[in-house]
């Protein structure tokens, strides 16, 4: 019984040693080992092996990317204004044995180191660039906190943050702003809209009376250009009639014709005139008819006589 037991506590003694021996790491991890209370080497990912009662795991670092909340605290603007910021700071251990020996807390160590550089930057800017310059103080607060966590074994991915709060009379001071400015775009859209649309009118009638005054020119020109014609055309058949007069004249019988034509021409005339009117003038001579129709034809023979020599 008793050599029973003693085996059992041999067992588990061994079982036990063979635990402490044997040290299994998850991927993505780092356990740093001391030996006899110094460090003494860093367990990789997989099996590993230790000196029973001699080694010890002194600290377990998850090596992946993790996201640290920073509290929002209050900051004062250039402009004495105060707001409060808040975010959210990305961190990696790049280096377990800095982050086991070189901070008690690492973690917390950048994360108020973060807030303090916030401070800082905020109290650089007005209040105005404060709100529109997040990327810069991002970049800002990430750059300062990673060049000192180096020392720590942490390094800082990126910073952003998450919410920037004024003073509640900021706020609606700020809204009031905004109302304001969009109205008086809204006005010198609408003025600019108007300026134009007169501008655009008055074009309009500049270029109506322009093409109204140009319908008039041509007009005017087509009409004396349609006298003109018409008085040339009168006066080609005018003498294309005089001269066929002319030549009927030499024509035998043409001279007797002629006369009687100037006649009867005569008579017409004089008749059509005491017709069109109620008051007439009478010449001396008007019934001497013979005597008028024989000086145009004497007019006639000496032109022909003219024409002959």
């Known amino acids: ?9 041999v067992i588990v003694a061994a ?7 044997i040290r299994v790491v998850p991927q993505q991890r780092a356990w740093v080992i001391e030996r006899l209370g110094k460090y003494h080497t860093i367990l990789e990912p997989g099996l590993n092996f230790i000196i029973p009662f001699l080694d010890r795991v002194a600290f377990r670092f998850d090596m992946r990317e ?3 909340e920073v509290p929002a605290q209050a900051c004062i603007s250039l402009d004495n204004t105060t707001m409060t910021v808040d975010g959210v700071l990305y961190l990696q251990i790049t280096d377990s044995v800095k982050a086991a020996y070189g901070s008690s807390n690492p973690f917390t ?3 108020q180191l973060a807030q303090t550089t916030m401070r800082s930057e905020i109290g650089k800017l007005h209040l105005d660039v404060a709100l ?3 990327q810069l103080l991002n970049t800002a ?4 906190v990673d060049e000192a966590a180096l020392n720590w074994g942490v390094k800082v991915l990126r910073y952003e943050i998450r919410d920037i709060t004024p003073p509640a009379e900021i706020i609606r001071a700020m809204e009031l702003q905004i109302t304001a400015e969009r109205e008086k775009r809204a006005m010198i859209a609408k003025s600019e809209g108007q300026r134009q649309q007169q501008i655009n009118t008055s074009e309009g009638q500049r270029q109506q009376e322009i093409n109204v005054a140009d319908g008039r020119k041509q007009a005017e020109v087509l009409r ?3 006298e003109a014609s018409a008085i040339k055309l009168v006066a080609e058949a005018t003498a294309g009639a005089i001269r066929v007069i002319g030549e009927a004249a030499h024509e035998p019988g043409g001279f007797e014709a002629l006369q009687m034509q100037l006649a009867k021409d005569y008579i017409e005339k004089w008749g059509n005139l005491a017709k069109s009117s109620t008051s007439l003038v009478i010449p001396a001579d008007l019934g001497n008819v013979g005597a008028l129709v024989g000086t145009a034809l004497s007019m006639v023979k000496q032109s022909q006589a003219s024409v002959s020599e």
């Open 132 to 134: 529109s310059s997040r």
């Open 1 to 9: 019984m008793s050599s029973l037991i003693i085996i059992l506590i």
């Open 141 to 144: 607060v990430a750059s300062a």
């Open 109 to 111: 160590a950048v994360i």
């Open 66 to 68: 993790v996201p640290m």
């Open 224 to 226: 004396a250009e349609g």
């Open 15 to 21: 079982f036990l040693i063979l635990r402490t021996t």
